[in-house]
Nanobody, 113 residues
Framework: QVQLVESGGGLVQAGESLRLSCQASGGLFADHAQGWYRQAPGKSRELGASITAGGRADYADTRKGRFTIFRDNVQNTVYLQMNNLQPRDTAVYYC???????WGQGTQVTVSS
């Protein structure tokens, strides 16, 4: 059974950084695309960044220049580096596999002003 496990969330102040990790078990990330989504309280889940098997990244407009998605196929992990975090980035962040159609359990990111 394939599972995704996220980690790296936490409470930070505005302007600080976090790096989220999403590690797959029971399957390989290397041959397909993944995405990082987020869901703020009372809002729908939205895509923040995605990365193809070949490493091409795409970002939501509001995160370009602040967020970087990258992968380590040896570690079977996809990362989301988030810099200059703002209170509007507060949400639960989820990793998604487009091939398997599954989600991780989510990791909370809270940014205080």
């Amino acid at each position: 059974q394939v599972q995704l496990v996220e980690s790296g969330g936490g409470l930070v102040q505005a302007g600080e950084s976090l790096r989220l990790s999403c590690q797959a078990s029971g399957g390989l990330f290397a041959d397909h695309a993944q995405g990082w989504y987020r869901q703020a309280p009372g809002k729908s889940r939205e895509l923040g960044a995605s990365i193809t098997a070949g490493g091409r990244a795409d970002y939501a407009d509001t995160r370009k220049g602040r967020f970087t998605i990258f992968r380590d196929n040896v570690q079977n992990t996809v990362y989301l580096q988030m810099n200059n975090l703002q209170p509007r980035d507060t949400a639960v962040y989820y990793c998604h596999s487009y091939k398997w159609g599954i989600w991780g359990q989510g990791t909370q990111v809270t940014v205080s002003s």
